[in-house]
T-cell receptor
Framework: DTAVSQTPKYLVTQMGNDKSIKCEQN?????MYWYKQDSKKFLKIMFS???????INETVPNRFSPKSPDKAHLNLHINSLELGDSAVYFC????????????FGPGTRLTVL | QQQVKQSPQSLIVQKGGISIINCAYE??????FPWYQQFPGKGPALLIA?????SEKKEGRFTISFNKSAKQFSLHIMDSQPGDSATYFC??????????FGGGTRLMVKP
């Protein structure tokens, strides 16, 4: 029973394409996040969603847009993919924005050719 | 600007030895300091965390030492085992639960 799941696990696509990564959590948490891990393993937060409302939006390109159909899901849409978007993207969740423990998904490795 | 600096980048320890990873932060508003463990191909998982009102926290073989005045904290892994081989990340957060991660330390424990 995976707590935080992501699909797909691997995504290979061409520059200029539009793609989506899905994330679901079955923990009943109110807050979800997206992180980007680059080739040097550096982890950086991209977005945070609490009760379907964006509460933190780091300085990421507006080609990236999170979409939350309900509080158990936070999908990441990426338009006009660029080579520099290649990375591993992690979804995470926490009970609330005041609760500190974040539970991470297994990651989606995006490769842009 | 890297708000959380982590060292060393890589560490090799013999089985049974002590692994020590250090982190330093700049933002005095940080009030939560977790350590995450990441195995290859997996997402980070919380290992242990501390708040600045205590100077040390121990859970099994893992200990966090915290020095608020120096704005530093460290992870000590006692009796290191080959199964501890992974990448370790320190992090810090404040209101809003936004985690700022250190650059990571790749630990290898030799049998």
């Amino acid at each position: 029973d995976t707590a935080v799941s992501q699909t797909p696990k691997y995504l290979v696509t061409q520059m200029g394409n539009d793609k989506s990564i899905k994330c679901e959590q079955n923990l009943g948490h109110d807050t979800m996040y997206w992180y980007k891990q680059d080739s040097k393993k550096f982890l950086k937060i991209m977005f945070s969603y609490n009760n379907k409302e964006l509460i933190i939006n780091e300085t990421v390109p507006n080609r990236f847009s999170p979409k939350s159909p309900d509080k158990a899901h936070l999908n990441l849409h990426i338009n006009s993919l660029e080579l520099g978007d290649s990375a591993v993207y992690f979804c995470a969740s926490s009970q609330s924005m005041d609760t500190d423990t974040q539970y991470f998904g297994p990651g989606t490795r995006l490769t842009v050719l | 600007q890297q708000q959380v600096k982590q060292s060393p980048q890589s560490l090799i320890v013999q089985k049974g030895g002590i692994s020590i990873i250090n982190c330093a932060y700049e933002n005095t508003a940080f009030d939560y300091f977790p350590w995450y463990q990441q195995f290859p191909g997996k997402g980070p998982a919380l290992l242990i965390a501390i708040r600045p009102d205590v100077s040390e926290k121990k859970e099994g073989r893992f200990t966090i030492s915290f020095n608020k005045s120096a704005k530093q904290f460290s992870l000590h892994i006692m009796d290191s085992q080959p199964g501890d081989s992974a990448t370790y990340f320190c992090a810090a957060s404040n209101a809003g639960n936004m985690l700022t991660f250190g650059g990571g330390t790749r630990l290898m424990v030799k049998p």
